[in-house]
């Protein structure tokens, strides 16, 4: 017999998200600050596409944010990380570390520069990967030469990693900081989800040595579609630049590109629309908060699930609230998401862990046990900035 | 001794394009239509990402405009040159016919997909790709096979064929379609600058299997950034929408992944753009037709340089109007260039051919004197839709 009141659970979400609201999304964007002004700016003054100042602004803006030296907009953030494994110089055949548990453009961005993904494993306490696990990991099956890191087993080089801070919670960054010192991997964070997020008070994006942000309309803060790359490294990020404007050599009139390029430019209409929502994070952070520790309460009175908190060496946007059924009570997650979202409340569980789709089941991976059970247990809650409005109906 | 008068050369231009601007530039956007209110729709209703209702009319409304079943909306022309190649089933090592004379997304679409581009030769009558040349050439190198057509030389299979309708101009596409059929060829048209453009009647892109369109900043229409994938073939229209959209299976919930897949989809506020952009189709071709008459009425009077009409087969958008000089005067190329820029009349040469280009340098080519006779004397001038207004400042 199962411990977990469906009717109680739902009702849980329900006394946060909204008991009046008939059908309530996973996270929607809300537009209360200068979207308008700016966007009106854009079609008055006709700068609407690759050009134009708010695509400058914004990238200021951004750089200031995430206490980045430099940010670059790009269309979103599939191609912010497609172009920073190209920046660390990923080359065909490259391995790249990353978490079997993420969106399937980590993945696919390794697989766009013909690189492998090699998948690693996920620790509980910040659903992100597990520094210590995949340092004895790579203890035991790499080859450190002079020239970097080599999987004994496949031969190729190890040659990056990218943590992704799952659901905007930070992975333990300075213990992971140490394995790609000693195992000279290079370091880009998936910072897809975290903008607003801290870790030991410095905004995720500031270990890597390039970062992925996105703006997709279901994230903290959304373009439309958008993403940045955000780097310390002002070379890297003039390259990110020329790269991302298909690689064309400034001049008047002549038209010469010195490398392959890519048209991955964010247009100034929808940074305008970033412009005015990275105004308000202040604003929505509180809000994410006020959530979440809503949430967090509720949750306490309900048997079999738990509510996911922030580690506690940071400072999280909770993008996207998390509850974890109790390993006992695991059979229950298929119901739970179907009462759920029957009801209108619109729930899921974490992604199909990577090493399982076809396209990457061939991959090498380590012990996954963790992710494994995460994804049995794992399940997101309604989370929209504008559920923390009191009178929203 | 120069026959060519730059002076009244610059005049000839004012004359069109405006004697009070102070700056003119080659193509920029005009917004007098719906396009604040459907955008205005999108932020109120906050559907501003990869779903929405303006992404659905778009798509619908360019299969109408273009007169062909499907049409499937991306981030840019770029984007639909590469899922084309896909959808055509281009593979590693295979070999892609385009035109050396294109703007660098052609070739590097290929490039995408580990193709190599082998550069074709221009006409003068169309700008584009010649047939006839094309076809002698294939059959001094090819093998045809029961496979396919193979490259003698390289050995390697060449799989399809991408003309460019450049500046508008619809290269023969009857023409084209029989060295395809004898070839094998797959073919698609980058039809990124010919959106109004007809070939004997009926809109380029019905050609190809599958054909790219643009919608640029500077392209006759535009949605701040964005691109469009249009076919006949109804299951590569539902296979590029699902390559398009991270190549996710359809679930309530479950996050489950296919295949490689990108993340191209347009997102909704730029199709707000493009739907008020696409009412007012009618118009602009209207005005271009007007300015390019002009041009040509005003040219006639300028020595040393002739201005290009659209081929008899064709009703052309005249795209970016353009001018040729006369094979005496070829040197006069770059003082034309610096004269008109430096007097902040915007104009520019064609795109320094692929073959000359770092990256693609040692790429197969066929002969390409046409291309390279047409790079020392092409040049576009002024076109925007708004020259065309009488009484604009
Ligand atoms: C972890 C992670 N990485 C990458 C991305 C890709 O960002 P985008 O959707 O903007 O391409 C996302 C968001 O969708 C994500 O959640
Ligand atoms: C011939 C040609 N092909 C492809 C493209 C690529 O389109 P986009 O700039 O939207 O990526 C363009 C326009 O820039 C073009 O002129």
């Given amino acids: 017999m199962s411990s977990i009141d469906l009717e109680g659970l739902l009702q849980a979400i329900r006394t946060v998200s909204g008991l009046e609201r008939e059908w309530v999304g996973l996270h929607e964007p809300i537009f209360q600050g200068n979207e308008w002004e700016y966007v009106k700016e854009c079609l008055d003054t006709r700068w609407v596409s690759s050009v134009g100042k708010f695509v400058d602004r914004f990238e200021i803006e951004l750089a200031q944010y995430t206490g980045t030296q430099r940010a670059i907009a790009v269309v979103n953030g599939t191609a912010a990380l497609h172009i920073c494994l190209q920046l660390v110089g990923i080359q065909a055949n490259d391995e790249v570390l990353i978490p079997t548990m993420t969106f399937i453009a980590t993945a696919n961005a390794v697989a766009y520069c013909n690189a492998i993904p090699h998948f690693v494993d996920s620790e509980e306490k ?49 213990e992971l900081v140490k394995v790609c010192d000693r195992f000279k991997l290079e370091l880009i964070e998936d910072a897809a989800e975290s903008l607003g997020s801290f870790y030991k008070g410095r905004h995720t994006g500031n270990w890597g040595r390039v970062s992925a942000l996105s703006f997709n309309g279901n994230k903290i803060m959304t373009t439309g579609g958008g993403g940045a790359i955000v780097t310390n490294d002002k070379d890297l990020a003039s390259l990110a630049k020329h790269i991302t404007t298909t690689a064309k050599v ?82 229950q997650r298929d119901k ?6 029957s009801q209108g409340v619109m729930t899921r569980p ?3 862990l990577m090493h399982k789709l076809t396209m990457f089941e061939n991959c090498p991976k380590m012990d996954l046990s963790v992710a494994e059970d995460l994804e049995k247990r794992a399940i997101n809650i309604p989370s929209s900035v504008f559920l923390a409005e009191d009178d929203e109906s």
Same sequence: chains 1, 2.
Avoid at 153 to 173: E, M, N, Q, S, Y
Avoid at 336 to 341: A, K, P
């Fill in 126 to 174: 910040t659903l992100g990967l597990d520094p210590k696990k995949l340092e004895n990991y790579l203890d035991r099956i790499c080859d450190l030469r002079p020239e970097g890191c080599f999987n004994r087993d496949t031969g190729r080089r190890i040659k990056a990693i990218i943590p992704v801070h799952t659901f905007g919670h930070p992975v333990d960054l300075d």
């Fill in 250 to 331: 400034s001049h008047p009139w002549a038209f010469n590109h010195d490398r392959i390029g890519y048209n991955y430019r964010l247009p100034n209409l929808n940074a305008a629309l970033g412009c005015a929502q990275l105004e308000q994070m202040p604003e929505f952070l509180a809000k994410k908060r006020a959530i979440s520790q809503k949430y967090h309460q509720v949750f306490n009175q309900v048997q079999g699930v738990s509510f996911f908190l922030e580690p506690e060496f940071s400072r999280s946007n909770y993008w996207l609230n998390t509850i974890l059924i109790d390993r006992t009570e695991v059979e």
């Fill in 336 to 341: 739970i998401l179907e009462r759920t979202n």
């Fill in 350 to 352: 974490v992604w199909t």
